[in-house]
């Protein structure tokens, strides 16, 4: 069978940089918080979003809160800020066609991930969403990875998982997957090595090509 193609989602399929950043800024301004600044707010992106304002939150008590601020200022602004990112939405339609089957790994909310899919017009090519709600244990754990597998009937040898943070790279090599780490989010070559990516893409236009290569 082809090989199953995993992606994140943020930061790896969709930019939506802008988007979380503003929500941020909005949840703790608008809460008469204090706010992280927006680099320390970035590093945690791969993560769920509880466990973000779990760390940055003046206090546990006050989480909730935050959240609903932050989610006000996402979903207002969700389209106006959110854009796939180069070469991505032909990219993962040419390797659909070619009988890949995909899925979106990601630590965001299933019912949003698919939001964003829809937006950017990845839906159709999108087999399975594996979000937060769908396990209990969370990037750079590998059960997201591998509920994704069982899903698609795959093994890990059959697998491989593309993502632009330490936490994509660290789930897909604890799952035992082809690691792939995309240089066009928000994490520089030098945040991710220490991750170690079995692979690297400047582009998402590069995948076909890496792909077809492990394929031989």
Partial sequence: MPTALLFD????????ITLIVESARHAFSSRGCVAPSDAEWVAGVGMPLRTMFELHAPSLDRVDDLIAGYREYQLEHHDRLVTPYATVVDTLSLL??????IAVVTSKADWLALR??????????????????????HKPDPEPVLHALEKLGREPHEALFVGDSPYDI???NAAGVTSVAALWGPFTREQLESSEPDFWL?????????????SR
């Fill in 96 to 101: 659909h066609s070619r009988g890949h089957a």
């Fill in 202 to 214: 400047d582009e998402m236009a590069q995948l076909p090509a890496l792909v077809d290569g492990l």
């Fill in 116 to 137: 964003g899919l829809e937006h950017v017009g990845l839906k159709g090519v999108v087999d399975l969403i594996v979000g937060c709600d769908s396990t209990t244990r």
């Fill in 170 to 172: 660290q789930a897909g």
């Fill in 9 to 16: 989602l943020d930061g790896t399929l969709i930019d939506s």
